[in-house]
Structures are given as structure tokens and as C-alpha cells.
């Protein structure tokens, strides 16, 4: 019954490593996006992607590269992790690109944290 | 560019008060206007949304106006209880645009 999932919910690993987060919607959507919040629970996009296609990079640290099988599909992979990396990463669809009424749907979150 | 500024939480309340959250934002365009609601441990959930000016979101008791004169979209609620509990995020996304941009978020707590 999940619409928009995430594995893992926490992940807890040492600087310097790689590590990947998983998302999965099974609602149909066209467009996935991720988000980062901060310790402050300010929340900002970081990628968007339609159809497979990456539509918005936020200025991200190439660090950070999202893969996109399919359109079911967007996963965050982290390299070379930094402590300031440390933040709850949310992954979110909807259904159309481009359309400002849409309402996104959020996973449960993945909480990183590096020691 | 775009913004949303939310008032300063955390905001502490008993049982049945009225709420207030203020949020009021800045667009270069007409922008769709939400409520997000993340209760504790749990992601975002959509609260309630508003596409065009005067239009009135409304969602379990919680309201919000679109209000265009004063680029406003506070939300309201006439008696809380202790399961609102939850950090409340208001956010924009404009026509024609993928991302939401999202204020700071405000922590509400209600006390019984």
C-alpha cells in the first residue's frame, strides 16, 4: 500500500564512505524528486528528476549523484561522505512535470548520520 | 527570487486554544500555495493546499486563505488538540515549476 518508500530509514556510517539511499513509488508519477532537512528542520530540494530525465540540480556537491532506472525508481548515491552530510533525506512524487498544482507525496525519510 | 518565511515556533498551546501560524512568501510568478505537516518520526504529509488568490484551503479543522494583497497564507485552526502536535511547513511552487520551496517550519506542541 505504500506510495512513496525509502530504504534505509537510518543509516549510520564513517566518513569517507560511499552509501546509497533507495526510493520507490508505485503511484503512477512522472516526476521524483529528493529533498535535504537539516538539523534545523529547514527542508531544501536537491534533484528532481522526470521521466528518467534530470530537470533540477541545486547546486549539489558532485558528491551526490541520483540514478534513475525507471520512472519508479530514484536513488541518491553519496561518495566520499562528510560529516555535513548528516541530515534526514526525503524522497517525493508527483504526478506531472511542470504542473505548480501538483501535490507531492513524501517517503518516511532516511536519516544519515556521519560519525 | 522565491521565499517563504514562517513564524519564529517553537509554539507551545493547551488543549482547544485557537492557532495561528503565520507564513507569508514571496513569488516572481502565481504560485500554488501549501500546508505540509510532519508528525514526529514521520515524513510530510500534505495538510491542505490553495492554487489562486482567495481561495481557502481546509483540511481536519485546519484552514488557510490565499491571500494576494498581503502575499499571506496563515494557517488556522480553532481548537487543537494534542495529536496536532508536529512541526507544520508551509511552501510555494510557482506555475510551470517542479520544486516546492519550503519556510523554516514551526513546531507546535499542545498540551492536554
Known amino acids: 500500500d505504500t506510495a512513496v518508500s525509502q530504504t534505509p530509514k537510518y543509516l549510520v556510517t564513517q566518513m569517507g564512505n560511499d552509501k546509497s539511499i533507495k526510493c520507490e513509488q508505485n503511484l503512477g508519477h512522472d516526476t521524483m524528486y529528493w529533498y535535504k532537512q537539516d538539523s534545523k528542520k529547514f527542508l531544501k530540494i536537491m534533484f528532481s528528476?522526470?521521466?528518467?530525465?534530470?530537470?533540477i540540480n541545486e547546486t549539489v556537491p558532485n558528491r551526490f549523484s541520483p540514478k534513475s532506472p525507471d520512472k519508479a525508481h530514484l536513488n541518491l548515491h553519496i561518495n566520499s561522505l562528510e560529516l555535513g552530510d548528516s541530515a534526514v533525506y526525503f524522497c517525493?512524487?508527483?504526478?506531472?512535470?511542470?504542473?505548480?498544482?501538483?501535490?507531492?507525496?513524501f517517503g518516511p525519510g532516511t536519516r544519515l548520520t556521519v560519525l | 527570487g522565491n521565499s517563504v518565511t514562517q513564524m519564529e515556533g517553537p509554539v507551545t498551546l493547551s488543549e482547544e486554544a485557537f492557532l495561528t501560524i503565520n507564513c507569508t512568501y514571496t513569488a516572481t510568478g502565481y504560485p500554488s500555495l501549501f500546508w505540509y505537516v510532519q508528525y514526529p518520526g514521520e515524513g510530510l504529509q500534505l495538510l491542505l493546499k490553495a492554487t489562486k488568490a482567495d481561495d481557502k484551503g481546509s483540511n481536519k479543522g485546519f484552514e488557510a486563505t490565499y491571500r494576494k494583497e498581503t502575499t499571506s497564507f496563515h494557517l488556522e485552526k480553532g481548537s487543537v488538540q494534542v495529536s496536532d502536535s508536529a512541526v507544520y511547513f508551509c511552501?510555494?511552487?510557482?506555475?510551470?515549476?517542479?520544486?516546492?520551496?519550503f519556510g523554516q517550519g514551526t513546531r507546535l506542541t499542545i498540551n492536554p
Open positions: 528528476y522526470n521521466n528518467k530525465e534530470l530537470i
Open positions: 511552501a510555494l511552487r510557482n506555475q510551470g515549476a517542479q520544486k516546492l520551496v
Open positions: 517525493a512524487s508527483s504526478p506531472q512535470q511542470g504542473a505548480g498544482t501538483d501535490t507531492q507525496y
